[in-house]
């Protein structure tokens, strides 16, 4: 099940339906994580990112958050996003 040139997901047909009900255990995992994925990526795709400059210029917006306080919560938040990518 390859994606299409428009990265959409195609549509399941009569055919496929029927292709799908002689699939050994292998080739209906493969069409399940395939059906998975493009699932994921639709759904990645929608959320928008998180931009951590535009989140520490809004911290130091506050009153009383200084150059160095602003530091300390760039030290403490820079690592908990680079775990999600990892």
Not at 16 to 24: A, E, G, L, N, R
Request: hydrophobic share 35%.
């Amino acid at each position: 099940m390859n994606r299409n040139k428009k990265g959409v997901m195609p549509t399941i047909t009569r055919a496929t339906y029927k292709s799908v009900k002689k699939f050994d255990r292998q080739q209906f995992e493969k069409f399940c994580m395939d059906l998975y994925k493009f699932g994921y990526e639709d759904g990645r795709e929608s959320v928008p990112g998180v931009d951590l400059t535009m989140v520490y210029e809004a911290i130091a917006g506050i009153r009383g958050i200084g150059q160095k306080k602003l530091g300390e919560i760039k030290a403490r938040i820079e690592p908990l996003f680079r775990e999600e990518q990892g």
